[in-house]
């Protein structure tokens, strides 16, 4: 039972225009939500978080929006940039329980 | 500040082999996870220790094992090898809480031949 999805194995996005990475999740008890990007031969690495008693937060290019009530997250990045080329990652908890994690999206910028 | 170190970076066994892993977390931090990352799939949670206790365990057969040291440093250990454990397995580890930002290693990679 996959209570993180992210249904897009994949997205490809012009330099400079804005990526929007989506996550869907089950649980409505999670309360605490990641963003992570990964690069190849690395490990992950941790972008930005959202609590559930917020619809957004932001941080430089990087924007993650919450909407409880679709139980639905989505991280926006712009302008989009050529470093930004990842796998992300979405995560869940609840309290201070383990973290669950989506399969992953591969952003692909294209110059 | 070092970050998490994991070793060895690469490990090669044979089917029914076992294979031991290593994790140092951040200093300061108490909380260790293990995960395995296998080709086209996310991340798996396998394990959690915190202050030398497991306190939580994912969906994994009792030959994925693992323990941590009362310097917070962790070891996995995979028993009787099989072929789909090839994997990347990570390492992460956190202050814990309930912000529970985990910071990765960057894994060993596990062939099982």
């Known amino acids: 039972d996959q209570q993180v999805k992210q249904n897009s194995p994949s997205l490809s996005v012009q330099e400079g225009r804005i990526s929007i990475l989506n996550c869907d999740y089950t649980?409505?008890?999670?309360?605490?939500f990641l963003w992570y990007k990964k690069y190849p031969a690395e490990g992950p690495t941790f972008l930005i978080s959202?609590?559930?008693?917020?619809d957004k937060n932001e941080d430089g290019r990087f924007t993650v929006f919450l909407n409880k009530s679709a139980k639905h997250l989505s991280l926006h990045i712009v302008p989009s940039q050529p470093g930004d080329s990842a796998v992300y990652f979405c995560a869940a908890s609840y309290r201070d329980d383990k973290i669950i994690f989506g399969k992953g999206t591969r952003l692909h910028i294209l110059p | 500040e070092a970050g998490v170190t994991q070793s060895p970076t690469h490990l090669i066994k044979t089917r029914g082999q076992q294979a031991t892993l290593r994790c140092s977390p951040i200093?300061?931090?108490?909380?260790v996870y293990w995960y395995q990352q296998a080709l086209g799939l996310g991340l798996q949670f396998l394990l959690w220790y915190d202050e030398g206790e497991e306190r939580n365990r994912g969906n994994f057969p009792p030959r994925f094992s693992g323990r941590q040291f009362p310097n917070y440093s962790s070891e996995l250990n995979v028993n009787a090898l099989e072929l789909e454990d090839s994997a990347l397995y990570l390492c992460?580890?956190?202050?814990?809480?309930?912000?529970?930002?985990?910071?990765f290693g960057a894994g060993t990679r596990l062939s099982v031949l």
């Open positions: 649980n409505s008890m999670f309360d605490y």
């Open positions: 992460a580890s956190s202050l814990g809480g309930l912000e529970n930002i985990q910071y």
């Open positions: 959202i609590s559930s008693i917020k």
């Open positions: 200093s300061g931090h108490t909380s």
